[in-house]
């Protein structure tokens, strides 16, 4: 390319990059929102079904190597999540039922209401046929089958994206319990590292964690409270730093999600 | 090629990069545009593919054109001084963009999805070497 095309270009250049900035700045005050909406509606069931051929492709694939093997692994996986949320449920309830007896007369909090949500993406974030005309709101919580996923952090008029607990910018405030003990065993953060693995930091030495243990969100930093998130899959060895580190699996297969549950207070 | 056949296939690209493909392949096709095109197509190109982007993946409007104008006319003013048909140009290109686009983007040093692109781009590059194209007009033509 010669300098006069430079030239040339670079006044095009200049003047699409002012429509993209006009663009930002009108979507941004969400000036033509419907339209877009109207926009998106038919790409929306377009994803939608890519989507889901691509779920069953791959469901269909991994199923044809040992059908019968495979379909108990699904079964026990799903009954493995069941009784992680059941245990989870229990402690709560033994939490709770010890403070009532102790502050008699106490409030207890506004019991959570659900909103369904089907999932059109799942790549680095999480695309849900739900938006702001629905009542969705930026900093809600998202779960599937009582398990936290995410929490959504772009919404549209139509659709909404969530970011996802595995996100390497995730930082969750979370406690460990121990199954079929009451009370919190420690203290942590809970850092996204890929899609099948979170780590659990800043827990200090003197705190007991080990395989198996449940983490829940703590309900700090506008996390709700006492939503499972995972199972404590390994602890890190023991080493001279002031804090332990543990592995944390998600208790839900992400590429599985079809419908999702956005919490709203 | 004509440019709207192009822009469907930015289309087709942008669903399953939004429904489940974890890579920018769109990224990919409007810098391997802007690598046979060096004029002002493979600017208008550029925008109208991050358009498709954002209306597909939701979200604001207007950021993807953003980042894809820019790295067009950053390959558009090298490819004025430097030879850019290079077997190693498109993929070194494509790393850099991709990771910067990630960081911008979400943040996050995704060096995963930045290599996988890479990888594409070079198999592309081998596939232009291999099968020239040839252009005449608004169209290409693959020498095969």
Redesign the interface.
């Known amino acids: 390319?010669?300098?006069p095309?430079?030239k040339?270009?670079?006044f095009?250049?200049l003047l699409?990059?002012l429509?993209?900035?006009?663009?930002?700045?009108?979507?941004?005050q969400n000036w033509?929102a419907s339209f877009?909406g109207f926009?998106?509606r038919p790409?929306n069931s377009?994803?939608?079904s890519?989507?889901a051929s691509?779920q069953g492709t791959f469901g269909n694939l991994s199923f044809s190597s040992d059908n019968q093997q495979q379909t108990k692994i699904f079964e026990l996986e799903g009954r493995l999540r069941q009784l992680a949320v059941e245990q989870n449920k229990l402690s709560l309830c033994q939490d709770e039922n010890d403070k009532l007896k102790r502050l008699l007369g106490a409030s207890l909090p506004a019991s959570w209401q659900f909103m369904d949500a089907k999932v059109?993406?799942?790549?680095?974030r999480i695309?849900i046929a739900r938006g702001s005309r629905d009542g969705v709101k930026q900093g809600m919580m998202v779960v599937a089958e009582d398990v936290l996923v995410g929490k959504v952090v772009?919404v549209?008029s139509s659709?909404?994206?969530v970011q996802m607990i595995t996100?390497?910018?995730s930082k969750i405030p979370i406690v460990v319990k121990r199954p079929g003990n009451i009370g919190v065993q420690a203290k942590g953060l809970l850092l996204g590292q890929s899609r099948q693995t979170l780590i659990l930091d800043k827990v200090l030495q003197v705190e007991s964690i080990q395989k198996g243990d449940l983490v829940t969100t703590s309900g700090d930093e506008s996390w709700l409270p006492d939503l499972l998130v995972g199972q404590i899959k390994e602890v890190m060895p023991k080493s001279a730093e002031v804090y332990q580190k543990a592995s944390v699996s998600p208790l839900i297969n992400y590429?599985d999600l079809k419908i999702v549950f956005i919490i709203i207070q | 090629m004509k440019i709207y056949l192009i822009l469907l296939l930015v289309l087709l690209f942008a669903i399953l990069q939004v429904a489940f493909l974890p890579f920018n392949l769109v990224l990919l096709l409007v810098l391997f545009f802007a690598v046979l095109d060096q004029s002002y197509r493979s600017l208008l190109m550029a925008f109208y593919s991050g358009l498709i982007l954002d209306l597909t993946r939701g979200g604001l409007l207007g950021f993807s054109p953003l980042i894809f104008l820019m790295t067009v006319f950053i390959l558009l003013l090298y490819s004025a001084r430097f030879e850019t048909s290079r077997w190693f140009f498109l993929p070194i290109f494509v790393f850099l963009i991709s990771t910067i686009e990630n960081l911008i983007r979400f943040q996050f040093f995704n060096w995963k999805q930045a290599l996988v692109l890479t990888i594409l781009a070079a198999l592309l590059t081998w596939f232009l070497k291999s099968f020239p194209i040839q252009k005449s007009g608004q169209d290409f033509r693959l020498k095969i």
Do not use: A, H
Request: no cysteine; hydrophobic share 50%; proline share 2%.
């Open positions: 390319m010669k300098e095309g430079i040339k270009n670079f095009l250049f699409l990059i429509v993209s900035v006009l663009f930002l700045l009108l979507s941004r033509f877009l926009l998106r790409l377009l994803e939608s890519s989507l691509y059109l993406g799942i790549t680095d695309k772009e549209d659709t909404s994206l996100n390497p910018n590429q």
